[in-house]
């Protein structure tokens, strides 16, 4: 069974948490994931970075879309239910910028199964001093080495979600290793999805995560690789988390993209 790390129970006391009160980091199994093992991120240092309303994480793909996970959402249609927050490292801080969705995109394939990615499309554009938008990668030239992932889920499985952002470093794990039998036994679709994370466990996205991305330094700056989607409880060990594998979607997303007119 694969254990989400987004916020699908409790979702009303949990992202109440996470946005009015300093809630200590922590971080779970099916419930939306944070930072196991990170430290404090600086004001800017990810400015692509969004916290949603729904306990999910996500990246600004462009001023008008959030790239996040499908699981993180119903369906595809018409929706003014999700706030997007920008700019900030602290969900209290005054400085924060807000937006409210208007639509939401679902990957056509997703059945829980592999497709793990949507777009929320903002009601207008986004923009600030410490906003910026997040390129996503185009090919696997990225798809190995050293990722860092960020995000305002819990710090420890079945902890609370934070008021701070969150960051921590993870190494690329190979699909045969990640579907080997001391790790996820074959749960893996090694062309959708990517593995990352020490053997040992002690960091990883947890609960509040979902939605959130892996990535990494490109040829002129950050780009994507990845989407928080699931994995076996929190920074355990032998098992790392499972990312949605951008470059194999890129295409479907780019499409996607223009077809909602970002």
Not at 91 to 104: A, E, F, G, W
Not at 146 to 157: K, L, M, P, S, Y
């Amino acid at each position: 069974m694969r254990r989400w790390r987004t916020l699908l129970a409790m979702l009303a006391a949990v992202v109440t948490a996470a946005t009015m009160s300093p809630a200590p980091a922590s971080a779970a199994d099916p419930v939306v994931p944070y930072v196991v093992g990170g430290s404090r991120a600086a004001l800017g240092e990810f400015p692509f970075m969004v916290r949603l309303s729904m306990g999910c994480g996500g990246a600004l793909y462009s001023p008008t879309l959030v790239l996040t996970a499908a699981h993180c959402v119903s369906r595809t249609g018409a929706n003014t239910s999700i706030t997007a927050t920008f700019g900030a490292i602290d969900l209290q801080s005054s400085t924060r910028v807000t937006r409210k969705s208007n639509y939401v995109y679902r990957a056509p394939g997703y059945n829980g199964n592999g497709d793990d990615w949507a777009f929320i499309r903002l009601a207008s554009p986004v923009s600030g001093a410490n906003i910026a938008t997040l390129p996503i990668v185009t090919s696997t030239a990225y798809d190995s080495g050293t990722f860092t992932i960020a995000g305002w889920g819990a710090n420890r499985e079945g902890g609370a979600q934070q008021r701070y952002l969150l960051k921590a470093t993870v190494p690329f794990v190979s699909d045969s290793t990640c579907n080997s039998s001391s790790m996820y036994g074959g749960q893996v679709i090694a062309a959708e999805e990517i593995c990352a994370g020490l053997t040992s466990g002690g960091v990883d996205t947890c609960q509040g995560d979902s939605g959130g991305p892996m990535f990494r330094q490109g040829a002129s700056g950050w780009v994507q690789v990845g989407i928080v989607s699931w994995g076996d409880g929190c920074a355990r060990p032998n098992k790392p988390g499972v990312y949605t594998q951008v470059s194999y979607f890129s295409s479907a997303i780019r499409s996607a993209a223009t077809s909602l007119g970002g």
